[in-house]
């Protein structure tokens, strides 16, 4: 189905595959039977389950972040600064990216490897005869799990984060708690919060789309399930951050203006 005489020629095919398998992805989302319940059945295993690592891995970031910036600032008296600079850092971009990254090597994987793993059984097949289309009872449930579950652990990762910042800064470095607290608030407003929110939305749903669309056309045995896990790690890790820099330059020119 792919062959083709030249590697350009069949990346876009696959480009184009993708265009039609999204296409068809929000297509099914509106047509019954819904999938209610499946959906929350992907919200508590992606979200729920996935709490513990981003707590872990964004309260660590937060610490590591302060403990280099109060050294820096520390050259200018300005130690207190380092609670909002994280709060800004954390809210803008290392919340959805890191929650991004941590989620495609958690679910993301997890996703393409399933479905991938139902395509070479023939489950996928059998859902056919059986007039159950694979892509409203497989694919949209995860993608709209993801949708939802990304901005919320995103929150999570910036408030968890801060807290990292604090006890650093506060605690190991002994900045003066009042300080660090009215910086945090003075220089961190709910703009920063958004654009973060809005990325992860935008975020999830490219997440969502790359892990289901490699597992739903692997073609082959159990290594192609293996290479097509590998290769979507690899492609929506590098797509969310393509997409980072073009939002963030477009969420900058009309949220902040010329703030930065």
């Known amino acids: 189905m792919f062959k083709s005489p030249s590697k350009l020629l069949y990346a876009l095919e696959r480009l184009g595959l993708f265009v039609v398998f999204t296409l068809e992805v929000f297509k099914w989302t509106f047509k019954r039977p819904n999938r209610f319940r499946i959906l929350t059945a992907h919200v508590e ?11 872990l891995s964004s309260f660590a970031i937060g610490m590591i972040i302060s403990l280099q910036l109060v050294n820096v600032l520390g050259m200018f008296r300005a130690e207190p600064l380092a ?7 954390m809210a803008r971009e290392l919340a959805p990216i890191m929650t991004a990254l941590m989620l495609i090597a958690k679910n993301g994987s997890a996703i393409t490897a399933e479905i991938g ?4 059984s023939e489950q996928i097949d059998a859902m056919e005869t059986m007039s159950v289309h694979p892509i409203q009872y497989l694919v949209v449930p995860r993608v709209w799990a993801a949708v939802i579950v990304f901005p919320l652990l995103t929150a999570m990762a910036n408030v968890i984060g801060i807290a990292g910042s604090y006890v650093v800064s506060v605690w190991y470095k002994s900045v003066d708690k009042a300080s660090f607290l009215f910086e945090l608030y003075r220089m961190v407003n709910p703009k920063d919060v958004y654009s973060g929110l809005i ?15 490699y597992g739903y056309y692997v073609q082959g045995g159990s290594k192609a399930v293996g290479d097509a896990t590998t290769r979507s790690v690899v492609a929506a890790s590098v797509t969310i951050l393509v997409a980072d820099f073009i939002m963030t330059d477009i969420l900058l020119k009309v949220m902040f203006g010329s703030q930065f």
Do not use: D, E, Y
Not at 45 to 55: D, F, L, N
Not at 202 to 213: A, E, K, P, T, Y
């Open 199 to 213: 990325k992860s939305v935008v975020l999830g749903l490219i997440v969502g789309l790359i892990s289901c669309f």
């Open 83 to 89: 609670g909002s600079a994280v709060g800004i850092t």
């Open 45 to 55: 295993k992606m979200g729920v389950a996935s709490i513990p690592i981003i707590v």
């Open 117 to 120: 793993t139902m395509r070479i």
